[in-house]
């Protein structure tokens, strides 16, 4: 199947910092993709929808300023947490839809995010 | 809008013994349904999907999904589980008449097999 990275896998920072984590399709062109976020031993929540070459759409609750979201091209989208907090501290994961609708969507590993 | 149950947080078996996860579904078009499993600290796993067609579906690693119109319901199923199946198995639904739309997850069951 499609293949989807992030990158980094885990990162730890310090309160006030920014984090970027990048994700990338690898094997295919994604001119939308989708970030969610996971709390331990809850399910995913979508955040926002990456949308290639126009501005992220935010689910309702997501701080568009605090999470920034860039689809820089076909195979990358990156999220950044600016001055991260320690309740920002959670597991990031990336999906992108290949093409058709009846597509299955392939999630990348995930990113775990430790704010200090 | 679309919506996921999966009614049990927990489900253990006995290595051997066949299992079922339940899961419903709430969509107001066209119900694309996807199993995914999630092992700790990793993404998720592509299991099986359904779109359209037999309503039973076979996927990876023994698992399959019978698709229930009438009573909205999309149960994971496998003949004999493995101490390898125990992990976190989400049920996940898209609207088919909507495009290319985010799926929308149920919470979440944690499957235990036992040995």
């Known amino acids: 199947g499609a293949v989807v990275s992030q990158h980094p896998s885990r990162v730890i920072c310090k309160s006030g910092t920014s984090v970027k984590i990048e994700c990338r399709s690898l094997d295919f062109q994604a001119t939308t993709m989708f970030w969610y976020r996971q709390f331990p031993k809850k399910s995913l929540m979508l955040m926002a929808t990456s949308n290639e070459g126009s501005k992220a759409t935010y689910e309702q609750g997501v701080e568009k300023d605090k999470f920034l979201i860039n689809h820089a091209s076909l195979t990358l989208s990156t999220l950044t947490v600016t001055s991260a907090h320690p309740e920002d501290s959670s597991f990031y994961i990336c999906?992108?839809?290949?093409?058709?609708?009846?597509?299955?969507?392939?999630f990348g590993p995930g990113t775990r995010l430790t704010v200090l | 809008a679309q919506s996921v149950a999966q009614p049990e947080d927990q489900v253990n078996v006995a290595e051997g013994n066949p299992l079922t996860v339940k899961c419903t579904y709430s969509v107001s078009g066209n119900p694309y349904l996807f199993w995914y499993v999630q092992y700790p600290n990793r993404g998720l796993q592509f299991l099986l999907k359904?779109?359209?067609?037999?309503?039973l579906v076979k996927g990876s690693y023994g698992f399959e999904a019978e698709f229930n119109k009438s009573q909205t319901s999309f149960h994971l199923k496998k003949p004999s589980a493995l101490v390898s199946d125990s992990a976190l198995y989400f049920c996940a639904v898209r609207d088919g008449n909507s495009g290319n739309t985010p799926l929308v997850f149920g919470k979440g069951t944690r499957l235990s097999v036992i040995a």
């Open positions: 359904y779109i359209t067609g037999d309503n």
């Open positions: 999906s992108a839809p290949p093409g058709l609708s009846t597509d299955t969507q392939y």
